[in-house]
């Protein structure tokens, strides 16, 4: 039987966890609304404008386009430079100058870039494939008859965007598409296992370069 001093201890201590809870959860929360809640949709396609003003702060671009930092394509950008640990993409076809100098300054700025694409587009013209492996990025690509047609990236681990875009200039400047932000917790870990997922299957250690004559030496 437990004493009536003992059940005003048990009270007690169970009060001052969920007092504990409630702080901890008005602080993530506050937290939150200070750093700017990562949720929000964005729709392309996206008015010609100048990159350099978040691409390289502080330098003076006198190129005609307007250099407002408002639109689908600079909140994208802003987005993506944001990252500070880790930044996976996963995407069928990337062509963009922009989207490319972005992830290149992440990478240089000792951001772990890791990046899936598609094997038939990675060498299509204009591809900046080329240009991140040169630098340094790890990539890697499908092997199958299927396309590699994911279109997501991870942030530090905590923020996922995806959509219907393919990083190109066609489809920021002329296509109907549309990129959702979002940090919540089931949709990252979601697209976290299917990035390490699709990472260890397409790992070059397990490529079949000569497919053909595994079959004959069957």
């Given at each position: 039987?437990?004493?009536?001093?003992?059940?005003?201890?048990?009270r007690l201590a169970v009060a001052a966890l969920?007092?504990?809870?409630?702080?901890?959860?008005?602080?993530?929360?506050?937290?939150r609304r200070r750093r700017g809640t990562p949720?929000?949709?964005?729709?392309?396609?996206?008015?010609?404008?100048?990159?350099?003003?978040?691409?390289?702060?502080?330098?003076?671009?006198?190129?005609?386009l307007p250099h407002e930092a408002g639109g689908?394509?600079?909140?994208?950008?802003?987005?993506?430079?944001?990252?500070?640990?880790?930044?996976?993409?996963?995407?069928?076809?990337?062509?963009?100058?922009?989207?490319?100098?972005?992830?290149?300054?992440?990478?240089?700025?000792?951001?772990?870039?890791?990046?899936?694409?598609?094997?038939?587009?990675?060498?299509?013209?204009?591809?900046?494939?080329?240009?991140?492996?040169?630098?340094?990025?790890?990539?890697?690509?499908?092997?199958?008859?299927?396309?590699?047609?994911?279109?997501?990236?991870?942030?530090?681990?905590?923020?996922?965007?995806?959509?219907?875009?393919?990083?190109?200039?066609?489809?920021?400047?002329?296509?109907?598409?549309?990129?959702?932000?979002?940090?919540?917790?089931?949709?990252?870990?979601?697209?976290?296992?299917?990035?390490?997922?699709?990472?260890?299957?397409?790992?070059?250690?397990?490529?079949?370069?000569?497919?053909?004559?595994?079959?004959?030496?069957?």
């Amino acid at each position: 039987m437990v004493s009536p001093a003992g059940c005003w201890w048990r009270r007690l201590a169970v009060a001052a966890l969920a007092v504990s809870l409630g702080l901890e959860a008005v602080y993530r929360y506050l937290r939150r609304r200070r750093r700017g809640t990562p949720r929000e949709v964005l729709f392309f396609p996206a008015p010609l404008s100048c990159s350099e003003p978040l691409l390289s702060p502080g330098t003076r671009c006198s190129c005609p386009l307007p250099h407002e930092a408002g639109g689908a394509l600079s909140q994208l950008l802003r987005r993506l430079l944001g990252a500070r640990r880790s930044l996976d993409i996963c995407v069928f076809t990337f062509s963009s100058p922009p989207l490319a100098r972005a992830v290149l300054l992440l990478h240089g700025r000792g951001v772990r870039v890791r990046v899936i694409t598609d094997s038939d587009y990675m060498a299509a013209a204009g591809s900046q494939i080329g240009a991140l492996r040169k630098a340094g990025i790890m990539v890697r690509h499908n092997q199958t008859s299927g396309f590699m047609h994911h279109k997501f990236a991870l942030l530090d681990k905590s923020i996922v965007i995806t959509g219907s875009m393919n990083w190109t200039m066609q489809a920021i400047q002329t296509n109907k598409e549309n990129v959702l932000i979002t940090d919540d917790g089931v949709c990252v870990r979601a697209y976290m296992e299917e990035f390490e997922r699709l990472w260890e299957e397409y790992d070059p250690a397990g490529y079949h370069f000569f497919p053909e004559d595994d079959k004959e030496g069957a």
